[in-house]
C-alpha cells in the first residue's frame, strides 16, 4: 500500500459516507488542473470548478486508490508540486464551487493504461490514437491513462449550460 492509499484510508474513517468530498491534490506532470471522476452523477459538480477537463474514469483503472472510489465527489489535479500557481489555482476553483454555476468543459473517458514510456503531454492527441493523462508518479504500474474525448458526455452536460 503507497502512501496515499495510506492517507486516503486514514482520511475515509473520518468522512461520513453521505457527504460529498472535493479531493485535491498535485503532481509531478506538466499538466493544466483538471478534475475527475469515477460517477457520471458527479460530472456537474465538476462542471462548477471552471476548469476546462474533466476525465471521467468510467473503468476505473486504479480502484481503490482515492477518497472517490469510496466516497461521491470529484478529485482535483491542481497542478504541479511546489508550484506558485497551485494556491491561486484552489483559490479560483474554491470561488468557482461557491458560485455553483456550471462551466462548459471537454470530457474525457479514460479506456486503458498507457504500459510503454513515450513523448506524451497532459490533453494532446497522441498520433490520433488517444489523448493522455499522465499521473506524473511512479506510484502506479504504468505511466499515465489512455483517454478519448466522450463527446456524448459532452453533449449531455454541456447542453443548456
Do not use: C, W
Amino acid at each position: 500500500m503507497n502512501y496515499e492509499q495510506k492517507r486516503a484510508k486514514e482520511i475515509l474513517s473520518d468522512i461520513p459516507s453521505n457527504k460529498i468530498i472535493i479531493d485535491f491534490h498535485t503532481t509531478t506532470a506538466k499538466s493544466p488542473p483538471f478534475a475527475i471522476v469515477v460517477d457520471p452523477d458527479m460530472i456537474p459538480l465538476a462542471q462548477t470548478t471552471g476548469l476546462r477537463h474533466i476525465v471521467y474514469m468510467k473503468h476505473n483503472i486504479k480502484a481503490g486508490h482515492s477518497l472517490i472510489d469510496h466516497r461521491h465527489g470529484i478529485s482535483i489535479e491542481t497542478g504541479q508540486h511546489r508550484s506558485p500557481k497551485v494556491f491561486n489555482n484552489i483559490v479560483k476553483i474554491i470561488d468557482n464551487l461557491s458560485n455553483k454555476k456550471r462551466f462548459s468543459t471537454n470530457i474525457y473517458t479514460v479506456f486503458e493504461v498507457i504500459s510503454k514510456p513515450g513523448n506524451y503531454k497532459n490533453f494532446k492527441n497522441y498520433q490520433n490514437k488517444f489523448i493522455p493523462i499522465l499521473s506524473g508518479e511512479n506510484a502506479y504500474d504504468h505511466f499515465g491513462l489512455k483517454a478519448k474525448l466522450d463527446t456524448n458526455l459532452m453533449l449531455k452536460f454541456n447542453h443548456n449550460l
